[in-house]
């Protein structure tokens, strides 16, 4: 188990411990946002201009991610695979969905 902040991540199962959100017809809310695109592949863009891709596993108040089958991209250039990355929320610039890839 890593702990991240208030994160917790659990390894041997690649889950975070999230509660489900119900939408209604209210505005949605960064954070309403954040918590319906875990599990879902999204772009993470770094201050340093890197970004990762990969599928959003969980965060936490302080932006701290944990990203499953993540790719590292350099100036738009693959670098690097990882299993598992956790990516300290005072480096993050933004996060975005990325549409699934066709196979």
């Given at each position: 188990m890593f702990?991240?902040?208030a994160?917790e991540?659990?390894?041997?199962?690649?889950?975070?411990?999230?509660?489900s959100?119900?939408?209604s017809?209210?505005?949605?809310?960064?954070?309403d946002?954040?918590?319906?695109?875990i599990?879902?592949?999204?772009?993470?863009?770094?201050?340093?201009?890197?970004?990762?891709?990969?599928?959003l596993?969980?965060?936490d108040?302080?932006?701290n991610?944990?990203?499953?089958?993540?790719?590292?991209?350099v100036?738009?250039?693959l670098?690097?695979k990882?299993?598992?990355?956790?990516?300290?929320g005072?480096n993050?610039?933004?996060?975005?969905?990325?549409k699934r890839?066709?196979?």
């Open positions: 702990l991240i902040g994160l991540f659990r390894k041997n199962r690649g889950r975070c411990k999230q509660k959100l119900k939408m017809l209210r505005k949605q809310t960064p954070s946002f954040l918590k319906q695109i599990g879902r592949p999204v772009v993470v863009k770094l201050n340093s201009g890197v970004d990762y891709r990969g599928v596993a969980c965060l108040g302080y932006m991610i944990a990203v499953e089958q993540t790719e590292e991209y100036n738009g250039q670098k690097n990882y299993g598992d990355a956790f990516l300290r005072n993050v610039l933004y996060i975005s969905t990325q890839k066709m196979q």
